[in-house]
């Protein structure tokens, strides 16, 4: 189900493929952090046997691309919609460089797999937990070599964007 240079997880285990045989799988680690997109410069080798007994995930079947979310705490109602736009048009220009590419290899893949297309184009969505805590969810498009990159520019942004509104609200 993967080939060499897919980026797969098993078992927790992240990291870009780079060599197959009959007992195990190499990989490069990514990680080792839930959220690190960067490699770490280790090789993992994985015994195929635990290809059989655990769940594998292959972030690559998009040939290069991936769809990923971020999500972002909003304390402050009023600036929801604020943030929401502010973000979709961030996630716009980071993706704007290869978004027509990133469109038609995920719509070439799911037409062969006869799977509905999913959107592509970023997109936001508010999300309301408990009636009370509010955030901001961001899904993209984004080319397997650049994640890293892009998660950290998004992160950068929302702790910018909250202290910009901390900073107006004490001076308000």
């Known amino acids: 189900t993967f080939n060499t240079g897919d980026r797969i997880d098993i078992d927790g285990t992240r990291g870009f493929v780079i060599e197959k045989n009959l007992l195990t799988t190499k990989v490069l680690e990514i990680g080792p952090e839930k ?3 960067q490699t770490t410069g ?12 655990k ?4 972030e690559s079947y998009f040939k290069g691309y991936s769809i990923k979310s971020f999500v972002f705490k909003v ?10 736009s502010d973000l979709l048009e961030l996630a ?35 999300i309301v937990e ?16 650049d994640i890293a990159a892009v998660e950290q520019k998004i992160n950068r942004y929302y702790l ?6 901390k900073e107006k609200s004490m001076g308000a």
């Open 42 to 53: 280790d090789i993992i080798s994985i015994p195929n046997s635990l290809m059989l007994s």
């Open 92 to 126: 716009q220009s980071l993706t704007n460089q290869y978004i027509e590419d990133a469109k038609k290899n995920i719509s070439r893949f799911c037409e062969k797999e006869k799977l509905a297309v999913p959107a592509v184009d970023p997109r936001t969505k508010i």
């Open 35 to 37: 959220h690190s997109q």
């Open 160 to 165: 910018q964007w909250m202290i910009e509104k």
């Open 130 to 145: 408990n009636g009370k805590d509010i955030s901001v969810l961001v899904k993209l498009p984004i080319a397997n070599f």
């Open 75 to 84: 304390d402050c109602f009023s600036h929801v919609e604020e943030f929401e």
């Open 55 to 58: 769940s594998l995930k292959n």
